[in-house]
């Protein structure tokens, strides 16, 4: 068995501010008096799961269960609190595409910026670059500020980014905005390509039908911890007694 990614003992904690504070002057005195006052939070308790190579793993649970926190974890976006993550090989992130972006630069620009996030090298990004552009299909456009962008348009930008390494590790949440009908197809097109590839796969998502189409294994989050993992039929039918 080969191993694609390895959570170990990950829990990641959250301060959560229990008072308001309305500007930065009331902050600062409250701060100086020691009058701030934080509740701790456990988003993830103690998560141990290990992936082997192209599996497609689905991650289930209801509303504030843990599922994006542990997928920021492990695309490396957030550091746990405890913990630690191991992942083979490449990994491309489609979490909140476009969240690395600068408004104030154009499309060209963002596409250094943004891919400098990804931790892609500099002539990795000039030797894609045409291609990018390409993919995104922005043309003049990719000169203009990202500020005058419409939301569809930065997903294209950011789609394109993140998917011109062909990953091993293929990280999507169902509240990817790919655009409109059309592009949305040409990106269903090239994960699918990904798929056959053999990429390994964590999904996200609320709908029990799109994981069993995608996913061969699951797990199943509450409150921060794994109540069920195996096999997709398995946790299917836990899933489904708890939400009915
Ligand atoms: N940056 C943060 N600061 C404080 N609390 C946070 C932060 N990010 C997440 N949380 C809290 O951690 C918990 C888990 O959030 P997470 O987004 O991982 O849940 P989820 O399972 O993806 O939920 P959903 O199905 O609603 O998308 C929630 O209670 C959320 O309020």
């Known amino acids: 068995m080969k191993v694609a990614v390895e959570v170990k003992n990950v829990s990641m904690r959250f301060n959560l501010a229990s008072q308001k504070v309305d500007n930065l002057k009331e902050y600062f005195i409250k701060f100086v008096k020691r009058q701030l006052k934080y509740t701790e939070f456990w988003a993830l308790r103690d998560v141990n799961l290990t992936i082997e190579k192209g599996d497609r793993l689905g991650i289930l649970g209801l509303n504030g269960a843990g599922k994006s926190t542990l997928l920021k974890i492990i695309a490396g976006v957030l550091k746990p609190t405890e913990g630690s993550i ?16 600068e408004p104030e630069y154009t499309g060209a620009e963002n596409i250094y910026l943004y891919g400098a996030v990804l931790g892609y090298p500099r002539e990795f990004i000039s030797e894609k670059y045409d291609e990018i552009i390409a993919f995104s299909e922005l043309g003049k456009f990719i000169d203009v500020p990202l500020k005058n962008y419409s939301s569809g348009m930065k997903s294209r930008l950011g789609f394109a980014i993140a998917t011109i390494v062909e990953p091993d590790v293929l990280i999507l949440d169902e509240v990817l905005a790919v655009g409109d009908a059309k592009f949305k197809k040409k990106c269903e097109a090239k994960i699918q390509s990904m798929f056959d590839k ?13 994981v069993q ?20 039929a398995d946790v299917s039918r836990i899933y489904e007694e708890k939400t009915s």
């Open 86 to 101: 191991s992942v083979k090989g490449k990994i491309a992130p489609l979490l909140e595409l476009g969240a690395g972006f």
């Open 198 to 210: 053999g990429v390994t796969v964590l999904f996200v998502s609320h709908s029990l039908a799109q």
């Open 213 to 232: 189409k995608i996913c061969n294994k699951a797990i199943l989050l509450e409150k921060g911890e794994i109540i069920a993992s195996g096999e997709i």
